[in-house]
């Protein structure tokens, strides 16, 4: 369990201890910090503060630890997930290993974990993965940066959930399961109606799934009215008796029609399903694709801990990217940065030559992977293949825009958790004081706001100016006693604003056909990224999943790339 601590007894934490020096231990867990919403009744702080004063040596000390890590092993998605590893360490080892050339792994959130996770399994069957990172630092769109400060900024604001099997498969297979800081089992909701205030839904521990689910919904009686839950479950039945196939057949509708024609009155999508369809995919209910909704709901549903969350414990490329990058290349891959694919070279018969990158350098390989974002692979699209109907269904495949904004403030905020927060803005997506929720970033003086700008359509061409006006406007909602949208509250220090102009792709209607499998039509050429086909859509897991899958379909086709590989060298030599 990772924790750090501070010498403050007054920060909002969620799980806060009092200690005293180790001569003489004392601890008093308050779960109760007023900034959760809950009171502390079951004994008096000034007491405890007078009682135990006299035999301490040194100054009172609130040490937070994070929420232990769930148990997460039973589940049968995590199995399956730990079986499909395994799969790789155990297959026989090669008699040549092959070469296979990946790029893209930093374009975006989905290329890079995409692009990492193809080589890491790769890597565990034998083979040799040479990995081609387009720019100058790991990550993608969870890269970050230091500023000339020594602060980081990132690219976006990543939670890891407990139902992301694959994910957490691969922290523990790394050893770094201690790098998640799990935070308690609830959904935070801002609440518009009452500016500063909050809705939560709470998932008692006690319970099995669905019923930790179905109480915090009962319990929540601030944002829907018991007559919207019951017309809401019973919306949600054929969903939970008709299962996958059920959930899959829903791609044609979008959330909002989706719901309508269920009979859920328009206010529980107001409600939840515009926050949820902005955290999941950065579009509203009107655009997102319901079998989304769907899926997460499953999973939420189903799994215990598929909802709880977990923020990385520092930086994204340090933390989590290393540890991948020396696991490839401990077993003998490669990792290039600054190597951009310029173009994908064909021989005469349409398959892969090379991959040409933008310093003029040619990488060959016995096979190719694209893990760049489906819109760079539709513009580095040999025009040969653009008529191949796998790579026509790719066009309405569309990466979306989001903005990633941080906000560093002359003091520390107080009407906070620490855990991410749904704002419920008309701009705003999920936002968290990352000086509270990630260890390397804890501050006890001051607050760093990580924001999520969405839908960033309209606003991906502002200045970064108009969207920091923007954002303090609606922070002057979440903050009506700190922060004031002229800056005469809290003062802002510094800020950083990340566009990504094509982050995952959007999961609108009918997109679910166009999804193509890992494995292409062209001998020897393969894509990888959450776009193909994998059940968990545009998400961390679902890139993860998808490098998996790719690296399945290439270590199955070895004995094929074996045969081409020797076909092309002895064609070469008759040349």
Same mark, same amino acid.
């Given at each position: 369990?990772?924790?750090?601590?501070?010498?403050?007894?007054?920060?909002?934490?969620?799980?806060?201890?009092?200690?005293?020096?180790?001569?003489?231990?004392?601890?008093?867990?308050?779960?109760?910090?007023?900034?959760?919403?809950?009171?502390?009744?079951?004994?008096?702080?000034?007491?405890?503060? #007078?009682?135990?004063?006299?035999?301490?040596?040194?100054?009172?000390?609130?040490?937070?630890?994070?929420?232990?890590?769930?148990?997460?092993?039973?589940?049968?998605?995590?199995?399956?997930?730990?079986?499909?590893?395994?799969?790789?360490?155990? $297959?026989?080892?090669?008699?040549?290993?092959?070469?296979?050339?990946?790029?893209?792994?930093?374009?975006?959130?989905?290329?890079? *974990?995409?692009?990492?996770?193809?080589?890491?399994?790769?890597?565990?069957?034998?083979?040799?993965?040479?990995?081609?990172?387009?720019?100058?630092?790991?990550?993608?769109?969870?890269?970050?940066?230091?500023?000339?400060?020594?602060?980081?900024?990132?690219?976006?604001?990543?939670?890891?959930?407990?139902?992301?099997?694959?994910?957490?498969?691969?922290?523990?297979?790394?050893?770094?399961?201690?790098?998640?800081?799990?935070?308690?089992?609830?959904?935070?909701?801002?609440?518009?109606?009452?500016?500063?205030?909050?809705?939560?839904?709470?998932?008692?521990?006690?319970?099995?799934?669905? @019923?930790?689910?179905?109480?915090?919904?009962?319990?929540?009686?601030?944002?829907?009215?018991?007559?919207?839950?019951?017309?809401?479950?019973?919306?949600?039945?054929?969903?939970?008796? #008709?299962? /996958?196939?059920?959930?899959?057949?829903?791609?044609? @509708?979008?959330?909002?029609?989706?719901?309508?024609?269920?009979?859920?009155?328009?206010?529980?999508?107001?409600?939840?399903?515009?926050?949820?369809?902005?955290?999941?995919?950065?579009?509203?209910?009107?655009?997102?694709?319901?079998?989304?909704?769907?899926?997460?709901?499953?999973?939420?549903?189903?799994?215990?801990?598929?909802?709880?969350?977990?923020?990385? +414990?520092?930086?994204?490329?340090?933390?989590?990217?290393?540890?991948?990058?020396?696991?490839?290349?401990? @077993?003998?891959?490669?990792? /290039?940065?600054?190597?951009?694919?310029?173009?994908? !070279?064909?021989?005469?018969?349409?398959?892969?030559?090379?991959?040409?990158?933008?310093?003029?350098?040619?990488?060959?390989?016995?096979?190719?992977?694209?893990?760049?974002?489906?819109?760079?692979?539709?513009?580095?699209?040999?025009?040969?293949?653009?008529?191949?109907?796998?790579?026509?269904?790719?066009?309405?495949?569309?990466? &979306?825009?989001?903005?990633?904004?941080?906000?560093?403030?002359?003091?520390? *905020?107080?009407?906070?958790?620490?855990?991410?927060?749904? $704002?419920?803005?008309?701009?705003?997506?999920?936002?968290?004081?990352?000086?509270?929720?990630?260890?390397?970033?804890? +501050?006890?003086?001051?607050?760093?706001?990580?924001?999520?700008?969405?839908?960033?359509?309209?606003?991906?061409?502002?200045?970064?100016?108009?969207?920091?006006?923007?954002?303090?406007?609606?922070?002057?909602? @979440?903050?009506?006693?700190?922060?004031?949208?002229?800056?005469?509250?809290?003062?802002?220090?510094?800020?950083?604003? &990340?566009?990504?102009?094509?982050? &995952?792709?959007?999961?609108?209607?009918?997109?679910?056909?166009?999804?193509?499998?890992?494995?292409?039509?062209?001998?020897?050429?393969?894509? $990888?990224?959450?776009?193909? !086909?994998?059940?968990?859509?545009?998400?961390?897991?679902?890139? &993860?999943?998808?490098?998996?899958?790719?690296?399945?379909?290439?270590?199955?086709?070895?004995?094929?790339?074996?045969?081409?590989?020797?076909?092309?060298?002895? #064609?070469?030599?008759?040349?």
């Amino acid at each position: 369990m990772s924790h750090f601590g501070y010498a403050c007894a007054t920060q909002s934490t969620s799980n806060c201890i009092l200690l005293g020096n180790s001569r003489n231990p004392t601890s008093l867990s308050s779960w109760g910090s007023e900034f959760l919403g809950h009171s502390v009744t079951n004994f008096s702080i000034a007491k405890v503060y #007078g009682r135990k004063q006299r035999n301490w040596h040194c100054p009172l000390k609130v040490v937070c630890v994070d929420y232990p890590r769930p148990e997460l092993e039973g589940t049968v998605n995590f199995l399956e997930a730990a079986y499909l590893s395994s799969t790789f360490r155990n $297959s026989p080892r090669p008699q040549k290993p092959l070469e296979v050339v990946i790029a893209g792994a930093g374009e975006s959130e989905d290329s890079c *974990l995409a692009g990492l996770s193809t080589a890491k399994y790769l890597a565990d069957a034998g083979h040799k993965p040479i990995l081609l990172e387009a720019r100058d630092v790991l990550g993608g769109k969870i890269a970050a940066w230091k500023d000339k400060d020594g602060d980081w900024y990132e690219t976006g604001l990543h939670i890891f959930f407990g139902a992301y099997p694959n994910v957490q498969n691969l922290f523990g297979e790394l050893g770094i399961n201690d790098r998640l800081q799990w935070k308690e089992h609830s959904m935070i909701f801002a609440r518009p109606d009452k500016p500063g205030e909050f809705s939560r839904f709470d998932f008692a521990e006690v319970l099995p799934a669905p @019923l930790n689910g179905i109480w915090a919904i009962l319990k929540n009686n601030e944002m829907l009215t018991w007559p919207e839950k019951i017309k809401f479950a019973i919306g949600l039945l054929p969903a939970m008796v #008709g299962g /996958q196939s059920y959930v899959e057949a829903q791609d044609g @509708l979008s959330v909002q029609e989706w719901m309508r024609k269920q009979g859920v009155p328009d206010r529980v999508t107001d409600e939840v399903f515009i926050a949820m369809s902005k955290a999941l995919n950065f579009i509203n209910p009107d655009e997102l694709s319901m079998q989304c909704i769907l899926i997460a709901l499953n999973r939420f549903l189903q799994e215990k801990h598929g909802s709880k969350m977990a923020f990385l +414990d520092g930086n994204p490329p340090e933390r989590l990217c290393m540890p991948i990058v020396e696991h490839i290349q401990s @077993l003998g891959g490669e990792v /290039q940065l600054n190597s951009r694919i310029q173009k994908i !070279k064909l021989n005469q018969d349409g398959s892969v030559d090379c991959f040409l990158l933008n310093n003029g350098k040619e990488v060959r390989g016995d096979a190719y992977v694209f893990a760049a974002p489906v819109d760079i692979l539709k513009l580095l699209l040999p025009d040969e293949w653009k008529e191949i109907s796998y790579f026509k269904k790719l066009e309405k495949l569309v990466g &979306v825009p989001v903005i990633n904004v941080h906000i560093w403030f002359d003091r520390k *905020l107080k009407n906070t958790y620490d855990h991410l927060l749904f $704002s419920r803005s008309p701009l705003l997506s999920v936002y968290a004081d990352m000086s509270l929720t990630c260890k390397e970033y804890y +501050d006890p003086n001051r607050s760093m706001l990580e924001l999520v700008f969405a839908p960033a359509e309209e606003w991906i061409s502002c200045s970064d100016t108009e969207i920091i006006e923007a954002t303090m406007k609606e922070l002057a909602k @979440l903050f009506p006693d700190e922060i004031a949208a002229d800056g005469s509250k809290a003062k802002i220090l510094k800020y950083h604003v &990340v566009k990504t102009p094509r982050s &995952v792709y959007k999961t609108i209607p009918n997109c679910e056909p166009c999804r193509p499998l890992q494995r292409s039509p062209v001998e020897g050429f393969y894509l $990888s990224g959450d776009y193909t !086909k994998q059940k968990y859509l545009a998400s961390m897991e679902g890139a &993860v999943l998808s490098g998996k899958f790719c690296a399945q379909a290439i270590v199955q086709d070895y004995e094929m790339l074996v045969a081409r590989a020797q076909r092309e060298l002895a #064609g070469a030599g008759n040349v």
